[in-house]
């Protein structure tokens, strides 16, 4: 099992452009959590996605948006990029929505945004 | 004032010493979450906790649900447990099992 996986594991772009990470959660699990974490802080949380919808969203802005797929992948796509958006993303995977589920992260996309 | 405090925010430990990390939250939830992360590294999982006490090797996680606390022990510290140490919490309720981090303790132990 190759647990959660996230690509790219670098990214560098410019000011104004779009960028799409992408996840494959842990096999067996169908809910996928993107997080993003700014340099010296906690995660915060962007959105969740489950069967496929977007069942909530965090505090940021409609420039963050994302899609699931039918096999439980995901992806985060971010447009307009601003220099604040650098930071690491995260993706997390469970088996559903409860909160007993344990969650497995991801190795994380390195977003840098000159 | 953030729904989740950890301290210390950074810890300095000699190799062998026991380290405590607290962890107090201000809402109700369904499971508390210890999470270690490594310089420029993704996240793993420690432990998920609902109630009492769990052990894994030199790693020990406590919560008291009653006053919204949990410790997380480090027994016989060494040098490759530096990291930072993340505290989240599972909100109670609600359909989703998102998770609110706190913003970590850096720990160096030094051999």
């Known amino acids: 099992d190759a647990g959660v996986t996230q690509s790219p594991t670098h990214l560098i772009k410019t000011r104004g452009q779009q960028v799409t990470l992408r996840c494959s959660p842990k096999s067996g699990h169908d809910t996928v959590s993107w997080y993003q974490q700014a340099l010296g802080q906690g995660p915060q949380f962007i959105f969740q996605y489950y069967e496929e919808e977007e069942r909530q969203r965090g505090n940021f802005p409609d420039r963050f948006s994302g899609h699931q797929f039918p096999n439980y992948s995901s992806e985060l796509n971010v447009n307009a990029l601003l220099l604040g958006d650098s930071a690491l993303y995260l993706c997390a995977s469970s088996a559903g929505l409860a909160g007993y589920n344990e969650q497995f992260f991801g190795p994380g996309t390195r977003l840098t945004v000159l | ?111």
């Open chain 2, 1 to 111: 004032k953030n729904e989740v405090e950890q301290s210390p925010q950074n810890l300095t430990a000699q190799e062998g010493e026991f380290i405590t990390i607290n962890c107090s939250y201000s809402v109700g939830i369904s499971a508390l979450h210890w999470l270690q992360q490594h310089p420029g590294g993704g996240i793993v999982s420690l432990f998920m906790l609902s109630s009492g006490k769990k052990k894994h090797g030199r790693l020990i996680a406590t919560i008291n649900i009653q006053e919204k606390h949990s410790s997380l022990h480090i027994t016989a510290s060494h040098p490759r447990d530096s990291a930072v140490y993340i505290c989240a919490v599972g909100l109670y309720g609600g359909a989703t099992n998102k998770l609110i981090f706190g913003t970590g303790t850096l720990l160096a132990v030094q051999p």
